[in-house]
């Protein structure tokens, strides 16, 4: 048995712990609340944007323009978007799972080349010796719409250029403060849901329309990707938060046992002096 210094010494330690997680807690829970206002802000704009494309597009328009074309071919671009941090339970490895079930699975006879967001992800893939083709980190402290850009610019270039054929993104949605689901977008070519309007209106495009077409389906999808940041910076505070409180009860119950523990052994130390203090005074 641990002597009674040695288990004090352990319940100091669980204590500063217990601090630590409890802080961040706090601290997880207040860029949560941040995190989430931005995100009723951003989906509004992103879901009207989703929903105004379908009726400016026609079926000839889905076979001529070049972000709408379906391209024959089996190069997959997947951005898979993490955290820059860890201490946020499974957030990270619950993408990283996804992605390589997808990639056994539905990409298996794929050429996949993986664009990666935030630090954490570019540290598990390359643990995993999966190969990844461009990082971007640091772009969650600031809450910049220019990162959705870069990165959509990115994709789309490649796209342009037929250095790929498909690009699909995956990030976890952000449902409530304890729950968060890995979703799989798809973000090239633009497959806009087919919809049938009560009247047809007849649009006058200016200067003409496919110029109009390509500077909404960019919008959108830097829309759609602004959109995306702003779920996985929430669903990563959601799941800190989840993960501390969890840690901070962890420690609660360590405390309790060791303190159950300290007291059985300061009981079994008084009894011990009490005996041999009987056990002296029968020897007098």
Known sequence: ?????????????????QKITRAMKMVAAAKLHRA???????????????ELIPGLITQDDRQAHPLLRSIAGNRTRLIVVTSDRGICGSYNAAILQETLRNMRLMLADRQVSI??????????????QVPVENIHAGIFEQHSANAAVRI??????????????E???????????AVQAVVIEKMLPYEAPARVPEATPVWIFEPD??????????????????????EAAASEQGARMAAMDS????????????????????????????????SGTEAL
Do not use: W
Request: charged share 25%; net charge positive.
């Open 1 to 17: 048995m641990a002597s009674l210094q040695e288990i004090r010494r352990r319940i100091e330690s669980v204590k500063g712990t």
């Open 36 to 50: 989430h206002e931005l995100l009723l802000n951003t989906r509004p704009y992103a879901y009207h944007m989703r």
């Open 209 to 230: 329309k496919n110029a109009v077409i390509m500077r909404l389906l960019r919008a959108n999808l830097y829309a759609q990707m602004h959109r995306i940041l702003h």
């Open 247 to 278: 840690a901070t009860r962890n420690a609660g119950d360590v405390i309790a046992t060791l303190s159950l523990e300290y007291n059985r052994a300061r009981q079994d130390a008084i009894t011990r002096e009490v005996v041999e203090v009987i």
């Open 152 to 165: 959509v610019d990115e994709f789309v270039n490649a796209f342009l250029d037929s250095q790929v054929d």
């Open 115 to 128: 664009t990666v967001v935030g630090r954490k992800g570019a540290e598990l893939f390359r643990r995993r």
């Open 167 to 177: 690009v699909l993104c995956l990030y976890n949605e952000y449902k409530n403060a």
